[in-house]
Every structure is written in structure tokens, then in C-alpha cells.
């Protein structure tokens, strides 16, 4: 027949292609998993230790806002030292409890 070349793919030609197909669509599916926004990964180190209130007083009873927080989540990477943490811990309490 005219146009007929050779015999057409043989076996292995057909599972080379569908292992091609397999793997293509495998990477496809765990790039768009991987690149998804708002995935929540989980801290698989240790916990931090948790630092005692400095027993400034009654301002230790107010609740912790969003500069609490910052200042824990500061204090757990290792960006300020205990010192320093407990400064800013209490200049947040004192001015909180003033503005009562």
C-alpha cells in the first residue's frame, strides 16, 4: 500500500510511550501539588521552650495580642535573647495597661 512505511510500532514502542505518558502526567500533577499556595507545613524541629511571664504584676492577665505574638515567634527563632525579650515584653505590658 502506498504510504505504508515499515510495520508500525512494535510492543516495545507501546509501552515506551505509555511509560512516557505516565511519567509526564506524574510530574505534572506533583508540580502543581508542590507550587499550590496556602499549604501549611508543619515545624519538624523541636518545640521552643516557653518563657515564664516576668511577674511584672497585674498586666501578666491581659491577654496576648498581636505584639505578644511577633515577640514569642521573634524569641523562638533565636532573633532577640531573653534579655531583651523580657524588655520588650514589658514596655508592651506597661503601655498596654496605661492606656486602660
Known amino acids: ?4 512505511y515499515g510495520t508500525g510500532m512494535g510492543g516495545f514502542g507501546w509501552m515506551g510511550m505509555g511509560l512516557f505518558w505516565l511519567v509526564l502526567i506524574g510530574v505534572i500533577v506533583w508540580l502543581v501539588v508542590r ?14 521552650p516557653v ?3 516576668t511577674g511584672a504584676g497585674p498586666q501578666d492577665d491581659v491577654p ?5 505574638e511577633i515577640l ?26 496605661g492606656a486602660r
Open 1 to 4: 500500500m502506498m504510504g505504508w
Open 35 to 48: 507550587l499550590l499556595p496556602g499549604r501549611a507545613e508543619q515545624p519538624t524541629g523541636p518545640t521552643p
Open 51 to 53: 518563657v515564664p511571664p
Open 64 to 68: 496576648a495580642g498581636p505584639a505578644l
Open 72 to 97: 514569642d515567634q521573634r524569641l523562638a527563632r533565636g532573633e532577640v535573647d531573653i534579655e531583651t525579650y523580657r524588655n520588650i515584653r514589658a514596655t508592651i505590658l506597661d503601655n498596654r495597661g
